[in-house]
């Protein structure tokens, strides 16, 4: 789950400290959301002054290395013997393509300038220490948020498979399943028509989490069975089973439009040692749709089944339960999606906690603003709404 997902990869990436230049700790301290006339910016704790900053990261790089990338203007590198000082002025963000910070991270690794696995914790760390635009703490990091068109894997994050459990795996050719990408932030649904060989569903429950090589694995949480009724809990996946799975380090999840009348889409499992070569591989599958075959295109490329729904999640905590959610959902739309009549304004009594170097940090906000509900969740934040419940 995610807690114990964040937990432990507060000790893997241990390697990274973090130190502020032109704002001066105050100590423990709350995020803080200012509505100003231009845009809501979100403040992280002890940082005073939401413009003009700059952060300083040392960097226990992997391997000894020469050159570490700046990736732009306003980021400044230099590095040592056995270590790597990255400073990064707010100037930095400004005019920058959706998902470049990941990116950044990402060369920064193939360099050796961090340690594999580390890429992630160095944005996150970064993204706690520097004034943001609210709207823009997902989008700096990952691009936009979960679109019609693809979903990346990252470590931390939640896959669920959902799967038709057959009485005769034989005859298959009675049973309707239909797939398609439903808009915004609800990924890919799965709709089985009723069918005398189907016997009920199964969902398995996957943490993506990374190897000591820095590539992407799935660690199997559980599995339930849900049949005549009833639900019990397998030791192990059947219909779920995740080894159709691609490894790599780097994984992403296409979708593609088969009968455009209709929505229905096919979904590819493309993978990459780099990210420049997932992109390429992306591209080149979404305009040769039957390069992703064995014969062709080797172990990187798997085509899912459509009788089986995929779907990547973060998890929050909603009134003291844990709940699946798709990554950078703003908190007005996690609410009015799934939970009571909506969130069309702040709910009354409303508390947001979100990670901060390892600890969780109360979120201020002035209630009279939406400002907070175009939040977007990362995973891990804790939620207190009364009156919200789950549908």
Request: hydrophobic share 40%; with cysteine; aromatic share 6%.
């Amino acid at each position: 789950m995610i807690s114990k997902s964040f937990g432990a990869a507060a000790i893997l990436f241990g390697a990274i400290w973090l130190s502020s230049l032109g704002c001066a700790a105050r100590g423990h301290g709350t995020y803080r959301v200012l509505d100003r006339p231009d845009r809501a910016v979100l403040v992280p704790p002890d940082v005073r002054d939401p413009l003009g900053n700059a952060v300083t990261l040392t960097l226990r790089p992997a391997a000894r290395q020469t050159e570490c990338p700046a990736h732009g203007p306003g980021i400044d590198v230099t590095t040592g013997r056995n270590k790597v000082r990255v400073s990064i002025r707010q100037q930095a963000f400004a005019g920058r393509q959706g998902g470049w910070l990941l990116r950044w991270a990402d060369a920064l690794g193939d360099k050796g300038c961090l340690p594999r696995g580390s890429e992630l914790r160095f944005v996150r760390t970064v993204l706690e220490a520097l004034p943001l635009g609210v709207r823009e703490t997902y989008a700096v990091a990952f691009g936009q948020p979960v679109t019609s068109r693809f979903t990346d894997f990252h470590p931390g994050r939640i896959l669920k498979i959902v799967g038709p459990v057959l009485r005769d795996e034989a005859e298959r050719a009675d049973l309707k399943v239909e797939a398609a990408v439903q808009d915004g932030f609800r990924g890919l649904s799965l709709q089985v028509r009723s069918s005398e060989n189907l016997l009920g569903y199964e969902e398995s429950r996957y943490v993506i989490a990374t190897d000591a090589a820095g590539d992407l694995r799935l660690d199997h949480d559980y599995t339930r069975l849900y049949r005549n009724g009833e639900m019990t809990v397998p030791e192990r996946p059947t219909a779920t089973d995740a080894g159709f799975v691609p490894g790599g380090r780097f994984l992403r999840m296409i979708y593609l439009t088969r009968v455009a009348e209709t929505g229905d889409h096919d979904v590819l499992l493309v993978s990459g040692a780099t990210r420049t070569e997932l992109e390429a591989r992306s591209e080149a599958v979404s305009d040769d749709p039957g390069m992703c075959q064995e014969s062709r295109s080797g172990d990187w490329c798997t085509r899912v089944s459509r009788d089986l729904s995929l779907n990547v999640f973060v998890t929050v905590t909603l009134n003291g339960i844990e709940v699946d959610t798709a990554p950078g959902i703003p908190l007005g739309q996690f609410l009015h999606n799934g939970f009571g009549l909506g969130a069309p304004a702040v709910p009354d009594e409303l508390q947001v906690r979100r990670p901060y170097r390892n600890r969780m940090a109360a979120v201020e906000f002035d209630p009279r603003s939406t400002a907070i509900l175009s939040l977007p969740l990362l995973g891990g934040e804790r939620i207190l709404a009364p009156g919200f419940r789950r549908d």
